[in-house]
Each structure stands twice: as structure tokens, then as C-alpha cells.
């Protein structure tokens, strides 16, 4: 149903700020019940989630990642986007983007990912 597809520079140097969208198709991201999410991989970290906005609009972050983590949409474009200020080489990894419906139809889809290396 929902397809999501990651873009954005591959390579970010240290301080940067990394800035990706996900543009999405076959679903509206203000769909109820509805959140749109960021998910990152690395070897040393596994699998961590970001961060999310909801279909209202709502927004949450990883603790651990808030001071540095914005999600912003465009609905007109039907895209979310990520920004993950401030970064260093820890911050390389594959980042995902996802779905999670929870209303009257349950789904989870997930971008393909998109690797980001941050340089020294």
C-alpha cells in the first residue's frame, strides 16, 4: 500500500547539519491514526529509533537525541523530513523512514533506507 522512499546527501561533514525527506505515496500522512517515523542503523548501535510525527502534527524524540532532532512535514508535498543537527561520525548509519497505522487499518512500512556517512 504505502510506499516510502529516503533522500538526501549521502555524505555530511562533522558540525553539518543532515537533513533527509521521505516522500510518500499511497497513503496521506495526515491519514488518522497514522505516525511517520525516523529509524537509524549502525553497526555499533543496531537499530534506534529517532523520532516520529504523528498525523496531527504531534512530534516526539529519542531522549538521547531531542536536543538535536527536528521532524517537520509538508502536506502538500505529502513528504516528512528529518534534520539531526550538530552531527560527528557516530552519526553514520542507515536511516529509515517508516509507517505505523494503528486505526481502523493496521500497517508498517519502512523505507528501503539510505546510507549517511558523516566525514571527519
Known amino acids: 500500500q504505502a510506499q516510502l522512499q529516503e533522500s538526501g546527501p549521502g555524505l555530511v561533514s562533522s558540525s553539518q547539519t543532515l537533513s533527509l525527506t521521505c516522500t510518500v505515496s499511497?497513503?496521506?500522512?495526515?491519514?488518522?491514526?497514522?505516525?511517520w517515523s525516523w529509524v537509524r542503523q549502525s553497526p555499533g548501535k543496531g537499530l534506534e529509533w529517532m523520532g516520529a510525527?504523528?498525523?496531527?502534527?504531534?512530534?516526539h524524540y529519542s531522549p538521547s537525541l531531542k536536543s538535536r532532532t527536528s521532524i517537520s512535514r509538508d502536506t502538500s508535498k505529502n513528504q516528512f523530513s528529518l534534520q539531526l543537527s550538530s552531527v560527528t561520525p557516530e552519526d553514520t548509519a542507515v536511516y529509515y523512514c517508516?509507517?505505523?497505522?494503528?486505526?481502523?487499518?493496521?500497517?508498517?512500512?519502512w523505507g528501503q533506507g539510505t546510507q549517511v556517512t558523516v566525514s571527519y
Open positions: 517508516k509507517t505505523r497505522n494503528w486505526g481502523t487499518q493496521f500497517y508498517d512500512y
Open positions: 510525527m504523528y498525523y496531527d502534527g504531534t512530534t
Open positions: 499511497g497513503v496521506s500522512i495526515t491519514t488518522s491514526y497514522t505516525g
